[in-house]
Nanobody, 118 residues
Framework: QVQLGESGGGFVQAGGSLRLSCAVS????????MGWYRQAPGKQREWVAG???????NYADSVKGRFTISRDNAQRTVYLQMNSLKPEDTAVYYC????????????WGQGTQVTVSS
């Protein structure tokens, strides 16, 4: 089973920045479209951003222009650069597959907590 290891979360003030990383334990990483998701307290998990194996990206409207997703296929790692953070970005952030046409996901990792104070 593929292992997902998210890191880089923390506590920041509004307007601050964080860079999240997610290490993925599969030799087929470069073939997989990956995404970042988040779950705030009392809310359902939501998709935040996605990146194809070749690097095409897309974003939820709520983070467009503030977050940037990227990947390093050699390191089998996907990143999320988060700028201009807002209190409503507070959530546990996860990475996982983001494959078109399927809702299949690997087992979720532990996630990384991001807390933004006002």
């Amino acid at each position: 089973q593929v292992q997902l290891g998210e890191s880089g979360g923390g506590f920041v003030q509004a307007g601050g920045s964080l860079r999240l990383s997610c290490a993925v334990s599969t030799n087929f990483f470069s073939l997989k479209a990956m995404g970042w998701y988040r779950q705030a307290p009392g809310k359902q998990r939501e998709w935040v951003a996605g990146i194809s194996g070749s690097g095409s990206t897309n974003y939820a409207d709520s983070v467009k222009g503030r977050f940037t997703i990227s990947r390093d296929n050699a390191q089998r790692t996907v990143y999320l650069q988060m700028n201009s953070l807002k209190p409503e970005d507070t959530a546990v952030y996860y990475c996982n597959l983001d494959q078109a046409g399927t809702s299949y996901r690997w087992n979720w990792g532990q996630g990384t907590q991001v807390t933004v104070s006002s």
